[in-house]
């Protein structure tokens, strides 16, 4: 250990030199290290999770969920309006909302309080949408001009494509 600790206090130069140069290749080989923000690739293949998951991508069609679309300030006739142009927006393959759920041209006080407030509470509508993984950063995009500044997004999509375009 004094051999080690005697070569470091008599060669503070050499130190230095290493420590630019590792600096410097690492700041470099920065941008070819890749990140998997999909939890689910971190999974062992036999668990029960990742069973289930293959199972349902075995025997229904359309993917998981993986984005919530807030809107705020519109009525049920206005929410729907917007599902519509979520369900047209090019690289989303579903949405869900409240008439998924709820028969929403009787009055919305005779249904379930629980299962209304989860899509609709307050003037605000929550949309459950599916995001096709081959253009998350595009659609994302879309769906922000689709609902405006004045709204929020959240979920795994978002979080993606954030990461993606920095």
Known sequence: MR????WVVNNPKKILVLFA????????LQNLVEVNYDMTDYLPEDTDSTVSLNVMH??????????????RNVSVAEALEYKEKLENCEGVTGVLWLDDSVNIYAPLEF?????????????????????DEE???????????????DNAMTGDAVAKA?????
């Not at 140069?21 to 470099?28: H, I, K, N």
């Not at 993917?63 to 807030?70: E, H, L, Q, Y």
């Open 3 to 6: 051999k080690f600790y005697t």
């Open 162 to 166: 954030v990461a993606t375009t920095g």
């Open 58 to 71: 075995e025997e229904f069609e359309g993917g998981i969920p993986n984005a919530r679309v807030a809107v």
């Open 111 to 131: 249904a379930d309080t629980d299962t209304v407030e989860t899509y609709y509470k307050d003037n605000t509508a929550l949309f459950t949408v599916t995001v």
């Open 135 to 149: 253009d998350i950063v595009g659609t994302v995009e879309r769906i922000r001009e689709i609902i405006g500044e």
């Open 21 to 28: 140069v590792l600096a410097l290749c690492g700041a470099v």
